[in-house]
């Protein structure tokens, strides 16, 4: 397989869950040697102490600005020499979608097209789009989502990264720009903020609240740990093919109840107490508008193309979370507090 040249990357959104997984793979892989800027606006969810530790301040510089500030964007690409620019920045949660849309059609989609207009100025560049499954719509109880599947996004959040993608295809085709996509599911593992399921489950649990469930908890979704996701980034990065999108899933489907369940016995298993009074903290809520009834990733495309394979079991990633979420109780602390924000 071919490979880019890859010595200076600019990451967007490099403080938040997905993209500070990255920015760590990345200073934990030796064969890396080049330059890495990280450009977060530093929102709610992003935290710099996700970092704290993993860089090397040689090769990392961090800048604290807005991926709409295109001038900002364009002096950043020719000071650092930047040959890909990795889209993280994004506002990713679909209840806040819901309160808010419009902050979501600003940062997903202006935000997008503004950076399109860098790399469209210097296309040498090579641009790789982080989206989601959820632009696909919602499955049955069969089938899942290929590369090729129409979109049919039921939120705010899913239609501003369908309206993203749709850009990055558009500007590709329009300019000759050199870009890839990857659409993943859900993910999970260390650093997520806690307003998401699994860690908002994890944190009720070890403080024997209840377990908010929505509807009857049968809605499924396929769950990515975020270390494979960013080592399929990488791949598609170094090895994907120009203009074409990839889909990155765990091969990890559960109903929501199942996987409370499954981070119920995770708990019992680390901690040492009994589950019963664990699983009496099961409450089922009114379910939120438009939840989609389920999610599920193809990723022949990856695995045959790219000869990816995600390494971690639900299981495994599970109790390693749940691990991490035990031993991590400052970083915790400090994101409940706001003190990150400090």
């Known amino acids: ?128 789009h982080v989206s989601t499954d959820e632009v696909f719509g ?7 989502f290929t590369e090729t599947t129409p979109y049919d996004p039921r939120s705010p959040y899913s239609a501003s990264k369908a309206a993203s993608d749709h850009l990055v295809r558009a500007y590709a085709h329009t300019f000759d720009l050199s870009v890839t996509i990857s659409n993943c599911s859900n993910n999970y593992g260390p650093y997520q903020f806690p307003e998401k399921l699994i860690p908002v489950m994890i944190l009720n649990l070890l403080e024997r609240k209840p377990l908010p469930i929505y509807g009857d908890g049968s809605n499924v979704r396929d769950w990515l740990h975020v270390d494979d996701h960013v080592e399929a980034i990488w791949t598609i990065l170094r090895s994907g093919v120009r203009g074409e999108t990839y889909n990155i899933g765990g091969n990890s489907e559960r109903t929501n109840l199942e996987l409370v369940d499954a981070l119920i016995r995770a708990i019992g298993a680390e901690s040492g107490c009994s589950t019963d009074e664990l699983f009496a903290l099961k409450t089922f809520v009114r379910d939120r508008p438009g939840h989609d009834q389920r999610y599920a990733i193809d990723a022949t495309k990856l695995a045959r193309d790219l000869e990816f394979h995600p390494q971690h079991n639900l299981a495994q990633g599970l109790q390693e979370t749940v691990h991490w979420y035990l031993m991590n109780k400052t970083w915790i602390a400090r994101v409940r507090s706001g003190d990150y924000r400090g």
């Open 1 to 128: 397989m071919e490979q880019r040249k890859l010595d200076s990357l600019l990451v967007t959104g490099g403080c938040g869950f997905i993209g500070s997984a990255f920015v760590r793979r990345m200073f934990r892989d030796r064969q890396f040697t080049g330059r890495l800027v990280n450009l977060d606006k530093l929102t709610y969810a992003g935290n710099v102490e996700n970092l704290v530790g993993y860089v090397d301040d040689s090769r990392y510089r961090f800048v604290q600005g807005d991926i709409l500030d295109a001038p900002l964007v364009d002096r950043l690409c020719e000071e650092n020499h930047i040959d890909a620019i990795v889209h993280f920045a994004a506002e990713s949660h679909v209840d806040r979608s819901i309160d808010g849309p419009l902050v979501f059609i600003e940062t997903n989609v202006v935000g997008t097209a503004r950076l399109l207009e860098v790399v469209r100025s210097k296309r040498h560049i090579h641009f790789h």
């Open 138 to 144: 919602s499955l049955g109880s069969t089938g899942a």
